[in-house]
């Protein structure tokens, strides 16, 4: 107790201090109390640890429901996660000569690595609505046997397959599945005809088509008034098809080919020193007697000499189609639209930059996460009708949300213009309207199409 007195604050002596001699003779008498009940408890306890232990009672019978309901309890927990297999089907085509350059040989994880992220940030909202999504690749040389591999997962209740194979092989895989609730993505086949003649309901595609590709340059060039093309088609079957599309496009804009010509390539000096003395004097000798041309639009998908072509040309001209200036769905120096976190998200997983083919099996397994997270559930069916339907849409680091094609499954996305080294633009260009959305405006619009399978879906 603290006591305050006089006119200063000074502490004052507690009462306890000096006591007075009653107050002592009645604390005395508590503490030998409280002793006595002391040594009474201390004589029970002994008396209770020295008496019989009672008979032994038969043990009880044991419960069976408990177990079993406690395994209920944590199957239930378990059952919490929905687990979502998602899985990637690489057809390895090893009949492909390697690229000129020695940069653009493909990394052995190209496209997987891309997978690999999507299903991390599937993963990243998956784990607030107990969602756990999970990847399984398959690869093969052999078409066959990547079909049958594929096959057998469908069966075993996988409904979402990312495929990175040739045109023929996506339709046998398709033609193989078709009777199940499952969804094909094609993310590296750009053939007209798996959108048109040869269009299949189960299959989806996040690559773009040559179409929508050759739209893209078609749109820039015009911006740019250089409307005269001078064409260089390859000797390849993609090659011809290419060159399809760039006669499409350029119809379709308002371009003119001065002149088509076809570079029949040998490609065993390449790699040979000297080669390049060779080049040098080869592609002007071919480009000499052209007529007056704007660009030279290169059709080179197989990359067996288009690269050769910017800066050996007769005429100085900007070198345009599959090499010099092109059309690609990703390039590894966008940085709008929250591109560089993305990037470096990739970056930090893959240890490489991120490549085209990794951005189409991206947004192929994000598709699947965002219809997941929309509609709550994993159920095949399910999230195929709502993919299909114009609910969907998907953020892709391009400015705007991503939506699929009602009539040939095709994921309108805006195309980006670059070079080796830079973004340059992005299509649809500014002023090419549509009464839908601009997407439209590169590919094959819907009064166009052939396409008859999705029709009465």
């Given amino acids: ?61 044991p419960a069976p429901a408990a177990a079993p309901a406690a395994d209920a309890a944590n199957s239930a927990a378990e059952g919490d996660i929905l687990k979502i297999r998602i899985l990637m089907a690489r057809e390895i085509r090893e009949d492909r000569l390697p690229p000129l350059s020695l940069l653009d040989i493909p990394p052995p994880d190209d496209g997987v690595a891309g997978a690999k992220l999507a299903i991390a940030d599937n993963n990243t909202t998956g784990q607030f609505l107990k969602q756990e999504f999970i990847l399984d690749t398959v690869q093969s ?8 591999e594929v096959k057998k997962r469908v069966d075993e209740g996988i409904a979402y397959v990312v ?14 599945i078709k009777d199940k609730d499952a969804v094909l993505f094609n993310a590296s086949a750009p053939d007209e005809g798996l959108r048109e003649e040869q269009c299949r309901v189960n299959i989806k595609h996040t690559a773009p088509s040559r179409s929508m590709l050759a739209d893209a340059l078609g749109q820039y060039m015009a911006w740019k008034q250089w409307r005269k093309w001078l064409l260089v088609i390859g000797p390849a079957p993609e090659d011809k098809a290419y060159a399809e599309a760039i006669r499409r496009t350029a119809k379709r804009f308002g371009h003119k080919i001065v002149e088509e010509r076809v570079f029949n390539y040998d490609p065993g000096s390449r790699r040979s020193d000297g080669g390049f003395e060779q ?41 345009i189609g599959t090499s010099g200036l092109f ?9 709008l639209w929250g591109g560089t976190q993305f990037q470096n998200r990739f970056k930090r997983l893959a240890g490489r930059l991120m490549r085209p083919l990794d951005y189409n099996v991206w947004m192929a397994v994000r598709s699947v996460g965002e219809a997941a997270t929309r509609k709550k559930t994993g159920d095949g069916k399910t999230l195929i009708a ?69 029709k009465n879906k």
């Fill in 327 to 335: 059309a690609t769905s990703w390039h590894p120096a966008v940085e």
């Fill in 141 to 148: 040389a052999t078409a066959q046997e990547l079909v049958a």
């Fill in 163 to 176: 495929v990175d194979a040739s045109e023929a092989t996506l339709l046998a895989i398709s033609d193989a």
């Fill in 386 to 454: 709502y993919m299909r339907s114009p609910e969907f849409e998907l953020a892709a680091f391009k400015g705007q949300k991503l939506t699929y094609r009602s009539w040939n499954g095709q994921l309108r996305q805006p195309i980006l213009i670059a070079t080796a080294k830079i973004h340059v633009t992005v299509s649809p260009q500014q002023g090419f309207l549509h009464q839908l959305t601009e997407l439209d405006t590169l590919g094959v619009d819907q009064p166009e199409t052939k396409c008859t399978a999705f």
């Fill in 1 to 61: 107790m603290m006591v305050f007195t006089g006119p200063g604050l000074r502490l004052a002596r507690s009462v306890f201090c000096r006591p007075h001699r009653s107050v002592r003779r009645g604390f005395a008498l508590l503490v030998a109390f409280v002793g006595v009940l002391a040594a009474s408890a201390a004589v029970s306890v002994a008396v209770h640890a020295q008496a019989p232990a009672p008979a032994e009672q038969p043990a009880a019978p």
């Fill in 279 to 319: 080049i040098q004097q080869q592609i002007p000798g071919f480009m000499q007697g052209a007529p007056e041309h704007d660009v030279v639009v290169v059709a080179d998908e197989g990359e067996l000499f288009g690269d050769y072509f910017p800066y050996r040309t007769w005429t100085a001209r900007p070198v």
